[in-house]
């Protein structure tokens, strides 16, 4: 294999596929970048077995053939030569680069050794305007699991019924739910798709236009420009967010989002570490006195608000509402309380079908 393409080219097309090389294996072929040259395309494809990312750029081949290379060494060192033209060709020692009269060579692994990928999936799918897709994943993911004792709940669940995609988030202390039309669909889904591979979309999304989601057997794939994303999807069974929403409020606050994310945002400073990032909501009619006490000092502020029904007192995690409400697309939020120990809710005034759910902290006072 030899082949001779811009640097610049390479190491872009490197750092997007690398993000799916495997991290920490014992299989060595999964840290690898598997580089393929034919008919004047460069194909480069990492996987670590649940996440794949296939990228093509043009270069000029001079020898065809495909092999496989440290995936994190090979993106890093190309990052060094983006101002110059690089050729790379194999021989006995390993991949030889060379670059503006300057050679290097990086030990190789057959292209063999690397896992198959089936990027010929379309059994079923969804079209979706680019940027909402990419606005979904923002409003949601965030809401996800981090660790791994609830395996499913590190992902989003997407619902296509009718013309209506709804993706549904938590990971036991919070619920994200985003509602949006689609543009075509092939018929009533319902998938759990890795938060990680969400993100790894959202990253490639920089353009206006449509975006397909494809699933097929367990797997999810999307295409965007010369770049295919494969993705395992999560098993099992996901919550279903209509059973655990309120469905009445006893107290009804309606405030505005800039002034209490302002005044959430002051408040975690000084509880910045703290395990439960405690704040204290004291709801009164015309404002919210929101509290906040830790060894470093305290924080009391009065946030305007309208309250319908009843006063309450309520202590909750200050980056869950603070994430929640700047993830509500509206100047205005409302959000509903039945108990000082029950799950709220969180919606734009004018509500639009999509909430947010967090579950209170209970304290001693």
């Known amino acids: 294999?030899?082949?001779?393409?811009?640097?610049?080219?390479?190491?872009?097309?490197?750092?997007?596929?690398?993000?799916?090389?495997?991290?920490?294996?014992?299989?060595?072929?999964?840290?690898?970048?598997?580089?393929?040259?034919?008919?004047?395309?460069?194909?480069?494809?990492?996987?670590?077995?649940?996440?794949?990312?296939?990228?093509?750029?043009?270069?000029?081949?001079?020898?065809?053939?495909?092999?496989?290379?440290?995936?994190?060494?090979?993106?890093?060192?190309?990052?060094?030569?983006?101002?110059?033209?690089?050729?790379?060709?194999?021989?006995?020692?390993?991949?030889?680069?060379?670059?503006?009269?300057?050679?290097?060579?990086?030990?190789?692994?057959?292209?063999?050794?690397?896992?198959?990928?089936?990027?010929?999936?379309?059994?079923?799918?969804?079209?979706?305007?680019?940027?909402?897709?990419?606005?979904?994943?923002?409003?949601?993911?965030?809401?996800?699991?981090?660790?791994?004792?609830?395996?499913?709940?590190?992902?989003?669940?997407?619902?296509?019924?009718?013309?209506?995609?709804?993706?549904?988030?938590?990971?036991?202390?919070?619920?994200?739910?985003?509602?949006?039309?689609?543009?075509?669909?092939?018929?009533?889904?319902?998938?759990?798709?890795?938060?990680?591979?969400?993100?790894?979309?959202?990253?490639?999304?920089?353009?206006?236009?449509n975006l397909t989601v494809f699933v097929q057997n367990g797997m999810m794939m999307v295409k965007i420009e010369n770049t295919t994303v494969m993705s395992r999807l999560y098993q099992g069974e996901f919550i279903n967010y209509k059973d655990i929403t309120p469905t009445t409020a006893e107290t009804e606050v309606t405030v505005k989002k800039e002034e209490l994310s302002e005044s959430l945002e002051r408040a975690g400073i000084l509880i910045r570490g703290d395990k439960n990032s405690l704040v204290v909501f004291d709801i009164k009619p015309g404002s919210i006195r929101i509290t906040s006490n830790s060894e470093i000092g305290n924080v009391l502020e009065n946030v305007p608000c309208e309250l319908k029904g009843r006063e309450l007192r309520i202590a909750m995690n200050s980056k869950y509402i603070l994430d929640s409400a700047k993830a509500v697309q509206s100047e205005e939020i409302k959000i509903r309380f039945n108990s000082p120990i029950s799950p709220f809710v969180l919606t734009a005034k004018e509500e639009d079908g999509s909430l947010y759910l967090i579950l209170p902290v209970r304290t001693n006072n």
């Open 1 to 209: 294999m030899k082949f001779v393409c811009e640097g610049l080219d390479l190491s872009e097309a490197l750092l997007k596929v690398s993000k799916a090389c495997a991290a920490r294996t014992t299989v060595a072929i999964l840290e690898c970048i598997k580089v393929s040259a034919y008919n004047d395309e460069l194909t480069l494809l990492a996987s670590d077995g649940e996440l794949s990312i296939e990228k093509k750029i043009k270069a000029d081949v001079l020898e065809e053939g495909e092999v496989c290379v440290p995936g994190k060494t090979f993106t890093d060192f190309i990052n060094k030569l983006v101002g110059t033209s690089v050729t790379c060709r194999t021989r006995e020692s390993g991949l030889e680069i060379t670059y503006g009269g300057n050679q290097t060579s990086l030990q190789i692994l057959p292209a063999s050794d690397f896992p198959r990928i089936d990027m010929n999936i379309g059994e079923n799918h969804f079209s979706i305007d680019k940027k909402v897709f990419k606005d979904i994943i923002a409003r949601t993911v965030f809401c996800c699991a981090q660790d791994d004792s609830r395996p499913i709940l590190k992902g989003c669940l997407f619902e296509v019924a009718g013309e209506e995609l709804t993706v549904t988030a938590l990971d036991g202390f919070r619920m994200a739910v985003v509602k949006e039309k689609t543009l075509s669909a092939s018929g009533n889904l319902r998938i759990v798709c890795p938060a990680r591979t969400l993100n790894e979309i959202s990253r490639m999304i920089d353009d206006e236009g």
